[in-house]
């Protein structure tokens, strides 16, 4: 029972990191075309 919860926190954990990976980039992205945006149509 233990080894299930192990690799069923495990999966968790990884899915997490992985939507925090995208999040970021995501919002990166966003900020520079916003940048962006600011400069060539301002």
Do not use: G, P, R
């Amino acid at each position: 029972m233990t080894n299930k919860l192990d690799k069923e926190t495990e999966e968790h954990k990884l899915f997490y990191e992985n939507f925090l990976k995208f999040t970021t980039y995501s919002t990166i992205c966003i900020i520079v075309i916003v940048a962006l945006m600011a400069i060539f149509l301002v």
